[in-house]
């Protein structure tokens, strides 16, 4: 599919939005050639399982987290997923694209400077690493496991900060163990099932796919429980 199928679902965009939007296929063609980023097979799925995917952060979630002068953090953003289509999307958000891999960063880099995109620094970091109280909403896409990556994130939130995962499958056992070894409540993790987000695609990628979302940013990153 193409650009088309984006605008098939998100009507209001402008023309800036829509020229950068169009220019993703040829952009991630090109540097994909010399930098594999993304799957040679699920290149040719751009549209729906990268770029709508990441929007899905905005289409899915009522009360909207990319509010004009919020700083974004995408974790782990690989070639810029979903961190470069939310950029475009929201031009009045400033986002944070970190990897640790250099040489993600760098087609990150390239994509961005070619797109004009003056919202998005590109950083070679581990999450870990990034400043404290450096965003005001995280963003990332199946990283690691819950309980794997929210110790990572350990004092980079401002209040009153939110993150948002997009993940797939059974999230309830993922969501018990870190709520467990995170000592986070349950109530404070919220999924939202993405099927129907996009009503008429010709596409069963989203039947399997959600976000979950953690609120309260007091309760984000205790101290881990000690093995007993």
Known sequence: MD????????????????????????????WNERINVISRKDLEHLYVRHVLHSLTLSAAIKDDPFQAGATVL???????????????????????????????????????????????????????????????VMVSRAVTSLAGFIPWTR??????????????G?????????AIKCRIPASCF???????TYRGLEDDFFETKKICEIKQTSYLCA???KSS
């Not at 919220?190 to 129907?196: G, Y």
């Open 223 to 225: 101290p881990l429980l």
């Open 155 to 168: 004092n980079k939130l401002r209040e009153p900060g939110r993150i948002l995962f997009l993940k797939g």
């Open 74 to 136: 995408d974790a782990g953003t690989g070639g810029g997923f979903p961190g470069i289509p939310l950029a475009i999307l929201h031009p009045q958000s400033r986002f944070i694209l970190c990897d640790s891999i250099a040489k993600k960063i760098k087609v990150v880099r390239e994509i961005s400077d070619s797109l004009g995109l003056d919202n998005v620094t590109a950083v070679v970091s581990r999450v870990e690493q990034m400043p404290d109280r450096c965003c005001d």
């Open 170 to 178: 059974d999230l309830e056992a993922e969501i018990k163990e870190a």
């Open 3 to 30: 650009a088309d199928v984006v605008f098939r679902f998100f009507p209001h965009l402008d023309q800036a939005a829509r020229k950068r939007i169009m220019e993703l296929a040829g952009l991630y063609a090109f």
């Open 190 to 196: 919220s999924v939202t099932p993405l099927a129907d």
